[in-house]
């Protein structure tokens, strides 16, 4: 147990719909990041915040928005949803910002859009 | 950009065998890192094993090691004495330190431990 938390571990929705899966970073982590993993594009960074702050991008689309509470917990929103957007979600989390901590993955959310 | 290469997408080996994952990288950063993780059937990512650029030693944890070549861009994860529990889909990773921290990896290769 990596000590990463994510809601809902399943999620089936319909085209068009919207949806937000939740991630609990470990206890004292301030960073989050967000991964996408489908079979066609593999593993692919979707963003990381740091303490509130949104850090980084990467192949975000923009039907895809992301924040972080104060509380540090984070949330993925998925909008307008299309069959290319099943695939399993994770989210990770550090204790820092650097390039030098280790980032310990969630179980993932598999999303499965009918 | 950097990139990650896994060239086999799948290995067997014999239990209680040492197996070794071939990962090579590209980047034109000096300063970087390299991950392995495990991901089973369950779908979990298991962080394995980390390697910093700087550091003049190969990592090691437990009976992971990484066979970290920089001149030939290549960071390979050794698994010792493999178990039955090792059959997985292994990613090899890499960050740039000192700019984004996204994790960037390869496309993984499936590695099953035969009795």
């Known amino acids: 147990d990596s000590g990463v938390t994510q809601t809902p571990k399943h999620l089936i929705t319909a085209t068009g719909q919207r949806v937000t899966l939740r991630c609990s970073p470990r206890?004292?982590?301030?960073?989050v990041y967000w991964y996408q993993q489908s079979l066609d594009q593999g593993l692919q960074f979707l963003i990381q915040?740091?303490?509130?702050?949104?850090?980084a991008k990467g192949n975000i689309l923009e039907r895809f928005s992301a924040q972080q509470f104060p509380d540090l917990h984070s949330e993925l929103n998925l909008s307008s949803l299309e069959l290319g957007d099943s695939a399993l979600y994770f989210c990770?989390?550090?204790?820092?910002?650097?390039?030098?901590?280790?980032?310990?993955f969630g179980p993932g959310t598999r999303l499965t859009v009918t | 950009a950097q990139k990650i290469t896994q060239t086999q997408p799948g290995m067997f080996v014999q239990e209680k065998e040492a197996v070794t994952l071939d990962c090579t990288y590209d980047?034109?950063?000096?300063?970087?890192?390299l991950f392995w993780y495990k991901q089973p059937s369950s779908g979990e990512m298991i962080f394995l094993i980390y390697q910093g650029s700087y550091d003049e030693q190969n990592a090691t944890e437990g009976r992971y090691s990484l066979n970290f070549q920089k001149a030939r861009k290549s960071a390979n994860l050794v698994i010792s004495a493999s178990q039955l529990g090792d059959s997985a889909m292994y990613f090899c990773a890499m960050r740039l330190q000192g700019g984004s921290e996204k994790l960037v990896f390869g496309k993984g290769m499936k590695l099953t431990v035969n009795p």
């Open positions: 990770a989390s550090s204790v820092g910002a650097g390039g030098e901590y280790e980032q310990y």
């Open positions: 915040y740091y303490n509130g702050e949104e850090r």
């Open positions: 980047t034109s950063d000096q300063s970087y890192g």
């Open positions: 206890s004292g982590d301030l960073s």
